[in-house]
């Protein structure tokens, strides 16, 4: 956890550095995760923990494209459950956790550029990095798996004033069967501060 809080610190710092060209947009974001899918046979509770950050360079008025880096955790105490590893079964308490990181190419088309309110759609592509553990008492099983991804978005870029904005966004993330897990899926709602050059 140290590590990625300080990786997404760096990122943001490299970004932050970026963003000072004419015409891009910077943002950092808290997000909201509600599993859907396979995610929620996993862990069916919507967690706060997340957070994203964005870099986004104009090609013309309209569109932009960039990247996105984030991280975010889902938690569940599941009480009385059966798990099985190979030849043992355990039954008791389970803390499950599932933690992510997309690491995704974007693009984005605002259909007006007039006005405080910008809405825009937005498409992402790239890999998704789940990270599931299981506690048990003194047992904790652990696995990584990465997975290709896309995640279209709707949102709304709020500029009140011309080097600082507001967005929020609807993001929903697919990643597809690889690397021994089914596919996992989750609708993600940002709210983010936007640096704006």
Known sequence: MK???????????IFAGTAQAQNSLFSI????SIPTGNTSDYIDQASGRGIKLEYQR???RNFAIGGELGHYTLYK???GKVYTEGSASLSGNQYRYQYSYP??????????TEGILKPYAGLGIGTIAHDRRIDMGIFSSEETHWQFALRPELGLLVRPAQYIGFKVGAK??????????DGQ???GIDFGIVFIR
């Open 185 to 187: 899926s989750n609708v």
């Open 3 to 13: 590590k990625s809080i300080v990786l997404i610190a760096l990122l943001a710092m």
């Open 58 to 60: 104009f090609l013309n």
């Open 77 to 79: 105490k599941e009480t």
């Open 103 to 112: 690491i995704l190419v974007s693009g984005a088309y605002f259909p007006t």
């Open 172 to 181: 929903y993330y697919q990643s597809f069967s690889g690397d021994g897990l």
């Open 29 to 32: 974001n808290y997000a909201v």
